[in-house]
């Protein structure tokens, strides 16, 4: 079964670290991957999506991801966070055809000042 | 202007009542989705509906029906409802039901089964 991984569940940062939240997933077809911000108590918004074309995306907000396909890895990063950038991180993951949005298990980050 | 809402924001009831959450796009969108998002935030589909037709269908159980009246709403009716139907509900839509459209997210409903 298709996966998606996670791996820090709360990755606490000062403002103005660099941030850099893993994702991998199982899948060895062609996918295509997307990162969503949950702010509290909000719904998810889209940060960025790669479905073809330039592996490195850039997104909103600052963010960019990589899509490095020998690692199944769709990592986000951002070179300076802000007290704002504190929420759920969630990768996703879809195949082709009607096949659902897969999430990972979400990556809480804290920015402390 | 709201592209999807979803009605009520919460929804607190006791085990064994029926209730339902609505959901509405105004984006033009084909498809609707229900996420549900548990108490640890780990986001799984549940339906997946297209031109009002079911087209996702995942392991959730009978008593969750969903219902599109069209293709612009997805309701979700639970019957009798059991302690761990407590999460937060999630709408979405997209596009096309097609890997490489968007999916847009409703605010969510907290619902709380005591």
């Known amino acids: 079964a298709q996966s998606v991984s996670q791996h820090n569940h709360h990755v606490i940062l000062s403002e103005a670290a660099s941030l850099e939240l893993g994702c991998n997933y199982s899948?060895?077809?062609?996918?295509?991957l997307f990162w969503y911000v949950q702010y509290p108590g909000q719904h998810l918004q889209l940060l960025l999506k790669?479905?073809?074309?330039?592996?490195l995306v850039k997104g909103i907000k600052g963010f960019e991801a990589e899509f490095i396909k020998s690692k199944f890895s769709f990592n986000l990063r951002k070179p300076s966070v802000q007290w704002s950038d504190t929420a759920e991180y969630f990768c996703?993951?879809?195949?082709?055809?009607?096949?659902?949005?897969?999430f990972g298990k979400g990556t809480r980050l804290s920015v402390i000042a | 202007d709201t592209a999807v809402s979803q009605t009520p924001k919460y929804l607190v009831t006791q085990m064994g009542n029926d209730k339902s959450i609505k959901c509405e796009q105004n984006?033009?969108?084909?498809?609707m989705y229900w996420y549900k998002q548990d108490s640890k935030k780990f986001l799984k589909i549940m339906f997946s509906?297209?031109?009002?037709?079911?087209?996702i269908n995942e392991t959730v159980p009978n008593r969750f029906s969903p219902k599109s009246p069209d293709k612009a709403h997805l309701n979700l009716h639970i019957n009798s409802l059991e302690l761990g139907d407590s999460a937060v509900y999630f709408c979405?839509?997209?596009?096309?039901?097609?890997?490489?459209?968007?999916?847009?997210f409703g605010p969510g409903t907290r619902l709380t089964v005591t």
């Open positions: 979405a839509s997209s596009q096309v039901a097609a890997a490489g459209y968007e999916q847009y």
């Open positions: 899948y060895g077809g062609t996918v295509n």
């Open positions: 790669y479905f073809s074309g330039d592996p």
């Open positions: 996703a993951v879809i195949r082709s055809g009607n096949t659902p949005l897969v």
């Open positions: 984006l033009g969108h084909d498809t």
């Open positions: 509906y297209n031109n009002k037709e079911l087209i």
